[in-house]
């Protein structure tokens, strides 16, 4: 499990939201820090078009942490997140998205698309390869 994302509620000069896609799913999940609480984050639903839409079928959030399934805040289609808990988000029985709540909120992908993958690979890549040119560059020949 990697960490594809992450996002900053206490750092007013850091990112304060994200939006991840899934492969073969039609939706994405974006979560979004509080203007006002820099220990809540709303996390919600987007169609293909990134306009909001309901809770999909099958989609469960769940505190890991205190062991409890969330449902929605009350009259609205967005789950509350908070600082120090992890909340996993299944669908369908699979797990598909997990927040880790520390001083940042880590986002993990379980199900990104190619397209994601490879960027992300392609920038591994390329760090490798610039960690290895200056080790070369570095390398004293006696």
Do not use: W
Not at 7 to 20: F, S, T, V
Not at 69 to 75: A, E, I, L, S
């Amino acid at each position: 499990m990697s960490i594809v994302s992450a996002i900053y509620l206490e750092d007013e000069n850091k990112k304060k939201e994200d939006i991840q896609e899934f492969e073969g799913l039609p939706f994405k999940i974006k979560i979004i820090g509080l203007q006002d609480y820099k220990d809540v984050a709303r996390l919600l639903f987007l169609d293909n078009n990134n306009n909001q839409m309901s809770i999909p079928p099958g989609i469960i959030c769940k505190d890991i942490t205190d062991g409890i399934d969330c449902g929605p805040f009350p009259d609205t289609q967005v789950f509350l997140v908070k600082f120090l808990h992890i909340y996993q988000i299944t669908y369908n029985n699979a797990k598909l998205y997990q927040i880790n709540c520390e001083k940042k909120i880590q986002i993990h992908n379980f199900k990104q698309t190619k397209e994601k993958i490879a960027e992300r690979n392609k920038k591994r890549e390329i760090k490798k390869e610039k960690e290895t040119k200056e080790l070369l560059d570095n390398l004293k020949i006696e």
